[in-house]
């Protein structure tokens, strides 16, 4: 039986592990499996976005794709942190990212507690800059498919027509968005944002 030494011939276990981690995990992407990896809140997050989705599209397979893409990209970015695959550039911004989202996440819940405050160029333009960011920091690490789901992940949220159908005032979405926004805040204070 050969040794294999790490960097030998380009092969490196270490590596092979993570990418079994993360095709395991990918695959494995419902609301059981979320439950381990994601806390309560996040978890309740989700559930309230997959209903906000489904109510807008009308798509219950559309909709669980959706969630199942955000909770595979939140896994295998999980992964990448843990496991130390970042570089320090890396690590500075998937920070500046995270600041972003954060500030995303409050213009989305002040967008909808203040009457006549939503401003959907706003939005659009943070989601965006959130997508860029994030993707900036995953693409060298995860394959084309996984930055695709990413990348529709982000379409979704930032698409005018959906912005301005669940922020309009008498929506029929409302309720779902107040459910994704009181979770928002909830995650928001707990510091999971």
Do not use: W
């Not at 976005?49 to 199942?68: F, H, I």
């Not at 394959?143 to 930032?158: E, G, M, Y």
């Not at 301005?164 to 929506?171: I, L, Q, T």
Request: charged share 30%; proline share 2%.
């Amino acid at each position: 039986m050969a040794t294999v030494m790490a960097g030998e011939g380009g092969f490196k276990a270490r590596d092979i592990g993570l990418r079994a981690q993360k095709k395991i995990l990918s695959r494995m992407a419902n609301k059981s499996v979320a439950k381990v990896f994601i806390d309560d809140t996040t978890g309740s997050l989700l559930d309230d976005v997959y209903k906000l989705a489904k109510s807008y599209t009308s798509d219950k397979k559309e909709s669980e794709k959706l969630v199942k893409n955000i909770i595979k990209i939140v896994i295998k970015l999980g992964l990448l942190y843990r496991n130390e695959q970042l570089s320090a550039d890396e690590l500075a911004r998937a920070d500046k990212f995270k600041h972003k989202f954060h500030s995303t996440a409050m213009a989305v819940v002040s967008f909808f507690e203040v009457d006549f405050s939503y401003d959907r160029a706003f939005l659009v333009a943070a989601f965006d800059e959130c997508h860029q960011g994030l993707r900036s920091v995953v693409t060298p690490h995860l394959t084309p498919k996984s930055v695709a789901r990413l990348d529709s992940v982000f379409n979704f949220f930032k698409d005018a027509k959906f912005l301005d159908a669940v922020f309009r005032k008498e929506s029929p979405h409302r309720d779902a968005l107040g459910r994704v926004v009181r979770d928002l805040n909830k995650a928001l204070d707990e510091g999971g944002m």
